[in-house]
Every structure is written in structure tokens, then in C-alpha cells.
């Protein structure tokens, strides 16, 4: 079939890309057709660029082949699961592990793209929370006697009327809380994705232009992070709080003048607005108030946390160099948990909510060797701003997966593996940029 249009095809491609980005905090449902159609539209776009693919095109990708091995790894365990429906399900999940890295390898690496897509996905951000904010309102007006009423409080969370709204918010009982402002995604993944948005701004923002054109990002920067702490992930809050002091730490470090005390003002600011606030004080007595000792049948979230760790821990110290094998490690899993009584994390067969240690269960060393690369991936990009952002994705990811399974979840193998890939790309456009500047491209 001849391809007449080869720029209509480019334009439809790239609106595709975008069309995913912006996607993604809005949801699964949202976002897999789009991955579809983007999918197709790369396979249309190679197919008409009738370009010969040379199978050692991954070459010079060692990041990109850190992620293809990795499924491979799911694909090589699969003969030797005693669980086939378990594993089929995993690798259906991860299959973006293979996709992603030979599409964005195969991708010619275009700056205006991955500034553009990168865009897009602050938009779908500021969408989402547009879309959350109103339901709230929606849910909190009433209109009584002829007159409109505005109470956020749970109509079954009658009791904690007459509390103030920060107040209710510490007890689950406002409409502008936790899993009832994050209609789309569950509020741990919903988090991720803000705090990565306000990488983006921070990097992507000429903090030193002129004053009306960093108010825009300052807002939106203000926005996330009030919608980080109403989600009342404590994964979220640690992990940008850990930005937080990472990037203000950086900025005083490596920017010149005014603007590199606005930015660290404005973070310290929001940083010091939470830990100042009932939740935050909320959280800590709640903390305070665990003795750490794993209850009997626990079905609260940070005691149920303690019995699964707990039980992952043992079952690793049985098999940690090769482990159980994927799809196996939950039979196990379910087993201790019955064998200790945890009935609650065995009716639900909870994974290890542990990224760490479900790699040890699965994979054993081989599994953790593998996750380790994909925390040290920054060094093999040539690019500071490419670097800079992939190391604020890897802490974004590594913090999230000391309490939750980012690779058991759909929604964070996405986010995860689609923006690792799109910063190798934009790294290594961003080095064809440079090395086009000097006048020894072969050097490059």
C-alpha cells in the first residue's frame, strides 16, 4: 500500500502520542484506546517511511533493553508457573515492557515532539483535577428553600458536622478527600502522576523570564500540590516532600539570581503550609500510635501492610536467588497468609505492596538486579535536563514502591514505561541538538 501523505501520517502520529500523554491521569478507560491507536499509527508510520529495521537497532539503547529483558524475563517463567491463568494475566499487563522501548528506539528522536507531549500530559493533569474539583462542588451544593447550601461533609459522615473542613478532611468525611476526588485512578497513582507534573513544570519553566509568564506554572505547581495533600497518599506526600528537598537542595546549588529563591520559596512555602496542617498531624499520631507488632487478622491499611511484608520477608529468605516464578509467588503468598491467620490478606490475595520485595518473590536476585537498573538508568543518559527529569521519575517511582506493587497495576506500568522511554528519546534528541552545533558530528 503507497503512502502519498507521509506529513498527514507524521501529524496523525504525533497527535496520537499526545492523545496518550494527556490521557493518562483521566484513567484506563480512557487511555487504552488511545494506546491502540497510537500503537497502530507507529505501525502505519514505519510501514510508510518503507525504512529496512536492522535488528541491532537497540544497539546503543542499553536503557531500552533493560525493559524488553525484563519482559522477556515473564515470558522465559512462564512454562514453569503452576498458576497459567495468574501469569497470562501479568504479562498482559506488561506487555507495554516490549512495546514502549522498540516504538520510542524505532521513533526518530524529535525535540518539539517530546516538549509537546510532555505538555500534554500537564494539560490532561490540569483537566483531571478540573473535572475532580467539580464533582466535589457538585456533591457539596444543595439547594434548600430556595436557597444554596455548600456543606462538603459525607452524608453518612453525619457526625463530623460542625468540624471544620481540614478537620473533616482528617477523618475521611469531605467530598474533597481521598478515593472521592480521584474518580479516575487510585489516589496513590493519581499522586505519582502530580508530582511528576511538577518535575515537568520545574524544569521545563524559564524561571528567569518575565514575571507574567511563570505565573501560570506557579499556579499550577499550587494547584498539584494542594490536590497531592486533599489525596492523603502517604506515599504521595513522602514522595514530594522528598522532591522537595532534593530539587530546592538543587536549585541553590546550580541557579544564579532572583529565581532560584522564588522557586525555593514557593516549595518551602507549600512544604511547611503541610506539615503545619491537621492531616499532617493526623498522620503522625497515627504513626506514633503503632506498636509495630503484627496484629491478628489485620485489615487496616498500615497493620495489614506490617503482615504482608512481614510474610513476603520469610518466603524470601526460603528461595531469595531465584524465587517462586510469576504467578507462583501469589499461591505462596496465600498459603502464609493462611498459615499465620491473616484470612483478610488471604481472601483478597494481596501481592507484596512492596516493589522490591515482589521482584525477590518472583524473580529472586534476578528480579531485584533488574529493578536496581531501571533506579540507575540516569547515568547512561549524555543530557543534564534528560537526566535530571528521568532521576525525578526514578524517585517518584522508587519511593511509591516501597509501599505499593507499581508493576502489579496498569496504571503505573503505563505512566512508569511510556515517560522512561519518551526521556531516553528526548535525551538522545536533545544530544543530536548539541551535536549538531559542533562541527565533528561523528564524534557524538
Known amino acids: 500500500m503507497k503512502f502519498n501523505n507521509s506529513k498527514l501520517i507524521h501529524l496523525i502520529n504525533t497527535i496520537a502520542l499526545c492523545a496518550v500523554s494527556f490521557s493518562f491521569p483521566l484513567g484506563r478507560k480512557v487511555t487504552t484506546p488511545l494506546l491502540i491507536f497510537w500503537v497502530l499509527s507507529e505501525i502505519v508510520l514505519l510501514v510508510s517511511s518503507r525504512k529496512k529495521v536492522k535488528i541491532l537497532f537497540l544497539k546503543k539503547n542499553l536503557p531500552y533493553l533493560v525493559l524488553i529483558f525484563y519482559f522477556l524475563l515473564h515470558i522465559i517463567w512462564l512454562p514453569f508457573t503452576s498458576d497459567i491463568y495468574s501469569s497470562l494475566s501479568d504479562i498482559e499487563k506488561k506487555v507495554s515492557f516490549l512495546i514502549f522501548p522498540i516504538l ?67 477523618y475521611g468525611g469531605n467530598y474533597f478527600f481521598g478515593s472521592i476526588i480521584s474518580p479516575f485512578l487510585h489516589t496513590t497513582y493519581y499522586s505519582m502522576q502530580l508530582c511528576f507534573a511538577c518535575v515537568i513544570i520545574f524544569f521545563k519553566t524559564n524561571w528567569s523570564g518575565k514575571n507574567y509568564k511563570i505565573i501560570f506554572p506557579v499556579v499550577c505547581v499550587v494547584i498539584f500540590s494542594t490536590v497531592i495533600f486533599l489525596l492523603g497518599s502517604r506515599a504521595g506526600v513522602l514522595t514530594y516532600m522528598t522532591l522537595s528537598v532534593v530539587f530546592s537542595i538543587y536549585t541553590l546549588i546550580t541557579s544564579r539570581g ?98 522490591f520485595l515482589q521482584e525477590l518473590l518472583s524473580f529472586g536476585v534476578i528480579g531485584f538486579i533488574f529493578l536496581i537498573s531501571f533506579i540507575i538508568s540516569p547515568i547512561f543518559l549524555k543530557n543534564k535536563l534528560a537526566q535530571l527529569m528521568l532521576t525525578a521519575l526514578i524517585i517518584v517511582f522508587f519511593v511509591n514502591s516501597l509501599f505499593e506493587t507499581v508493576f502489579g497495576v496498569f496504571s503505573g506500568i503505563i505512566f512508569f514505561v511510556f515517560f522512561y522511554c519518551l526521556l531516553i528519546n528526548h535525551s538522545q534528541a536533545l544530544q543530536n541538538l548539541k551535536c549538531t552545533s559542533h562541527e565533528n558530528i561523528d564524534a557524538c
Not at 517530546?114 to 478540573?130: E, H, M, P, T
Not at 504482608?308 to 517462586?324: A, F, M, T
Open 104 to 170: 520510542f528506539a524505532l521513533k526518530k528522536q524529535n525535540l518539539y515532539n517530546a516538549d509537546v507531549v510532555l505538555n500534554f500530559f500537564l494539560y490532561g493533569c490540569l483537566i483531571a483535577v478540573s473535572i475532580s474539583f467539580s464533582i466535589a462542588v457538585y456533591n457539596s451544593t444543595s439547594l434548600i428553600d430556595g436557597t444554596l447550601s455548600f456543606n462538603p461533609i459525607i452524608g453518612e459522615k453525619a457526625n463530623l458536622r460542625g468540624y471544620s473542613f481540614l478537620k473533616s478532611v482528617n
Open 258 to 355: 532572583k529565581s532560584r529563591y522564588a522557586i525555593v520559596a514557593v516549595t518551602i512555602l507549600l512544604t511547611s503550609l503541610f506539615i503545619n496542617s491537621p492531616r499532617f498531624d493526623f498522620m503522625i499520631k497515627k504513626f506514633n500510635s503503632l506498636d509495630f507488632n503484627i496484629k491478628e487478622n489485620p485489615t487496616e491499611s498500615l497493620d495489614l501492610r506490617l503482615a504482608v511484608w512481614g510474610s513476603s520477608i520469610e518466603l524470601i529468605k526460603d528461595n531469595w536467588i531465584i524465587g517462586y516464578g510469576p504467578g507462583n509467588e501469589r499461591g505462596e503468598l496465600k498459603e502464609k497468609y493462611r498459615e499465620k491467620g491473616f484470612d483478610y490478606a488471604a481472601e483478597n490475595t494481596l501481592n507484596a505492596h512492596n516493589q
